[in-house]
């Protein structure tokens, strides 16, 4: 099994970045091999545009998409998106690993998604969507930490929504629309709020969550 993991959070000592590492720690303990993806180490530049290639289509007016399209059947993506490519196709597993920001994955994510999940690469051509999407035999899930306790994600808390509600356009919009078998979310909840013991515990329930969800696949081998 391969497994990736999109990291956004700055901080390596943060909470995110403990499950991030509590994940990798898991699947390499079970034999599967795992690729961190830590965006802001890598400095990922969240703005696609004409640097995303190694040359330009000979249309007359410039279409990121489209763009995107020609780079992918004329293998002229650049570097670095190139090498992002051939690390999610080579996945069995993805984790989106981040903390909820504005309802939201933070900007450098979504700006991993924009680039990499190209028009041409993970969907449009050759590709479907959804169930027959690009993806599709494969897994993916987010694990997020909240600012807010888990008391405020429901129709009548202080956000007047639910999580699940708040994560439809990741879910459905992003990973299962080029085929992703979306598998539940790890959320942690306040982990700002709470005590370093409580914090462990969350750990443990993660390494629980992973079991539940993949210790069967490495139960067969």
């Known amino acids: 099994m391969n497994v990736l993991i ?23 303990g079970n034999g599967a091999a795992v690729t961190v993806s830590d965006l802001y180490h890598q400095q990922f530049n969240a703005v696609g545009g004409k640097h995303d290639f190694k040359k330009l289509s000979t249309t007359d007016y410039y279409k990121y998409a489209l763009e995107q399209f020609h780079a992918y059947n004329e293998d002229s993506f650049a570097p670095d998106l190139k090498a992002a490519m051939d690390a999610l196709e080579k996945a069995d597993v993805l984790i989106f690993n ?102 462990q515990e969350i750990l443990k329930k993660y390494n629980g969550y992973l079991q539940q969800h993949f210790g069967e696949n490495f139960e067969q081998n």
């Open 6 to 28: 999109i990291h956004a959070h700055e901080n390596p000592d943060s909470f995110s970045s403990a499950l991030a590492e509590t994940a990798k720690t898991y699947f390499e």
């Open 98 to 199: 981040f903390p909820l920001w504005w309802f939201d994955m933070p900007a450098i994510l979504k700006g991993w998604v924009d680039r990499v999940l190209a028009y041409g690469f993970a969907y449009g051509g050759k590709y479907g969507l959804y169930k027959e999407g690009r993806f599709k035999g494969k897994r993916a899930f987010l694990s997020i930490t909240t600012g807010s306790p888990e008391s405020f994600y429901s129709l009548k808390g202080m956000h007047q929504r639910t999580l699940p509600d708040i994560l439809r356009n990741i879910h459905e919009g992003i990973l299962g629309l080029v085929g992703f078998d979306v598998q539940s979310p790890f959320v942690a909840y306040a982990v700002s709020r709470i005590t370093s013991n409580e914090r």
